[in-house]
């Protein structure tokens, strides 16, 4: 199978770590899409330079404003999307944008919980309802296809730490919200897989390994890899995808992961 190939994408928390090198790599592709939208809470900001030097360079990469937080940011970013898109739909939507506390189960707090959950998990289900519209427009200029992530499909970057048969790096940190957070993501992505399956929209979870980023903390060990390889590989692994994938949890190089 060769490289990804769609023409509209959207990836959130794009500003940093992942979500950046995600937009790298699809600029980079040899068929680049016709549309990278690239959000982040504030696209003018100290923090969005990166996007903002990419943009300079790329026409085909629009940088939108969202809080996933907020319903309304979402909705405004949706229909924002949707203006530019122009009657056209919109292929893949990368749900990465992500957060995570330090704590423990001795000291997990209401607000952390509640926060953590409202990013890593209400926020995706949020986003695949207000960009459904779009997504099965795209799914409607494909007809004749099955399921695949050059068609219509949801992306939900999840993590294994929220594998309950495996309880990912525990040794390294309890990080409990996190943990439940990616957890019940990986739940929200079967329903969605079944829920949208009938509009011809495909979906899966993945893990993007233990990542060299500021979010994946500073441990230096051997399993550790960097922005690069995970997203290399996760592009690869998307564009290998097909209708009987829908629904499952695997990583950046295509392994099922557990439950």
């Given amino acids: 199978m060769g490289e990804l190939r769609v023409r509209s994408v959207l990836v959130t928390g794009a500003n940093r770590g992942i979500g950046l090198g995600l937009v790298q790599h699809l600029l980079a592709l040899p068929n680049p899409p016709e549309w990278v939208f690239a959000t982040c809470r504030d696209p003018k900001g100290q923090r969005a330079q990166e996007l903002q030097k990419l943009a300079s360079k790329h026409p085909n990469l629009v940088i939108v404003p969202l809080e996933v937080t907020d319903p309304a940011s979402i909705k405004a970013a949706a229909a924002s999307v949707g203006e530019r898109l122009k ?141 690069d390889e995970s997203v290399g590989g996760m592009l690869k692994v998307l564009s290998n995808l097909s209708e009987k994938d829908s629904g499952a949890f695997l990583n950046w190089e295509g392994k099922v992961m557990a439950w």
């Fill in 87 to 227: 009657g056209s739909g919109l292929n893949l939507l990368i749900n990465n944008a992500g957060i995570v506390r330090e704590n423990t189960i001795d000291n997990e707090t209401l607000k952390d919980m509640a926060e953590v959950y409202t990013t890593n998990t209400i926020a995706p289900l949020l986003l695949g309802q207000a960009f459904l519209p779009l997504l099965k427009k795209a799914a409607q200029e494909n007809p004749g296809s099955g399921l695949s992530c050059s068609k219509a499909a949801i992306i939900n970057i999840s993590s294994t730490a929220g594998s309950i048969q495996d309880l990912y790096l525990w040794q390294y940190g309890q990080a409990l919200s996190y943990r439940c957070s990616k957890a019940a993501l990986n739940m929200l992505t079967r329903c969605q897989s079944m829920g949208y399956r009938e509009h011809g929209i495909f979906c899966v979870a993945l893990h993007p390994g233990w990542v060299k980023t500021d979010m994946g903390g500073t441990l230096e060990d051997k399993s550790r890899v960097t922005v």
